[in-house]
C-alpha cells in the first residue's frame, strides 16, 4: 500500500510540472514585446555555438588584458595554474 502512496504522489508531481509548464508557455506566447526589440527580432542572427575550451581561451585572454600581463608572465600563468 505505501509503494503505490510513492508512485501516485510521483505522478501528481509530474502531472503538475506538465502543466504549470504548459501553461507557462502559452502565457509566454502572448506577452507583446517592446517596438525596439521587435524590429530585431525580425532580423534573426546567426548564432555560432562555443565550445568550453573557446570560453576558456576568451575568459584567459581577457583576464590577462585586465590583468596587466605580459606576453612573457601570461604563459608562466597558465602554466602554473594547470
Known amino acids: ?15 503538475a510540472g ?9 502565457h509566454s506566447e502572448h506577452i507583446k514585446l517592446p517596438r525596439s526589440s521587435r524590429a530585431s527580432a525580425s532580423r534573426p542572427t546567426q548564432v555560432q555555438p562555443i565550445s568550453a575550451g573557446g ?3 576568451d575568459f584567459l585572454r581577457r583576464a590577462g588584458r585586465e590583468l596587466g600581463l605580459t606576453p612573457y608572465s601570461g ?3 597558465n ?3 594547470c
Open 18 to 26: 506538465v502543466l504549470t509548464g504548459g501553461l507557462l508557455v502559452r
Open 75 to 77: 604563459p608562466r600563468t
Open 1 to 15: 500500500m505505501n509503494t503505490w502512496r510513492v508512485i501516485l504522489a510521483t505522478m501528481v508531481i509530474f502531472g
Open 55 to 57: 570560453l576558456r581561451l
Open 79 to 81: 602554466s602554473a595554474r
